[in-house]
């Protein structure tokens, strides 16, 4: 067990519906990392958040969005819903400190299914 | 930008085989560098990490060296289980606070009985 908890873990919704992830870091992490996982196994990086402010962003869409919360949550939002967001997304968590490796703990993701 | 390069796989071996999966990677500064493993269904687990040139990560009998030179991040066990079968990601961090972190596209491991 990681410590970084995800909900839910399935979700089925159709096309031009609007989804929300939710994710909890370990404890103690204040970043907070969004990925996207399709069917031929590769992790896309979606987004990063420190401490509540966004940090970095990759191939996020536009009808994609997230926050962080003070509370260190972070929800993912996912809107106008294509069949080819159907995948799995996984949040990650890392304490962020100077000179340290600074891995990345993930949770065990959602999978989402666009009928 | 930095980037990691992996062996393509699928790689398929019997029990007790000798595992090599190749990891290069390009990186402006000094990064540190990450084996992941993905069992079926699951989130990516860290597997062994190494922070610096020549360090040795290892964890559950897997091995990787930091080799500097060469840019590479090898993962190697001296003989798998059924149970290694998995997706493998090297990953590298870089940045101040590691914050720059860049995952390899994974090589599936099948190890058959």
């Known amino acids: 067990d990681s410590g970084v908890t995800q909900t839910p873990k399935h979700l089925i919704t159709a096309t031009g519906q609007r989804v929300t992830l939710r994710c909890s870091p370990r404890?103690?992490?204040?970043?907070v990392y969004w990925y996207q996982q399709s069917l031929d196994q590769g992790l896309q990086f979606l987004i990063q958040?420190?401490?509540?402010?966004?940090?970095a962003k990759g191939n996020i869409l536009e009808r994609f969005s997230a926050q962080q919360f003070p509370d260190l949550h972070s929800e993912l939002n996912l809107s106008s819903l294509e069949l080819g967001d159907s995948a799995l997304y996984f949040c990650?968590?890392?304490?962020?400190?100077?000179?340290?490796?600074?891995?990345?703990?993930f949770g065990p993701g959602t999978r989402l299914t666009v009928l | 930008g930095n980037s990691v390069t992996q062996m393509e796989g699928p790689v398929t071996l019997s029990e007790e085989a000798f595992l090599t999966i190749n990891c290069t990677y390009t990186?402006?500064?000094?990064?540190?560098l990450f084996w992941y493993v993905q069992y079926p269904g699951e989130g990516l687990q860290l597997l062994l990490k190494?922070?610096?040139?020549?360090d040795k990560g290892s964890n559950k009998g897997f091995e990787a060296t930091y080799r500097k030179e060469t840019t590479s991040f090898h993962l190697e066990k001296g003989s798998v289980q059924v149970s290694d079968s998995a997706v493998y990601f090297c990953?590298?961090?870089?940045?101040?606070?590691?914050?720059?972190?860049?995952f390899g596209p994974g090589t599936r491991l099948s190890v058959l009985p």
């Open positions: 990650a968590s890392s304490v962020l400190l100077a000179g340290a490796g600074n891995e990345q703990f």
């Open positions: 404890s103690g992490d204040l970043s």
């Open positions: 958040y420190y401490n509540g402010e966004e940090r």
């Open positions: 990186a402006t500064g000094y990064p540190s």
């Open positions: 190494a922070t610096k040139a020549d």
């Open positions: 990953a590298l961090s870089e940045g101040n606070y590691g914050q720059n972190f860049v």
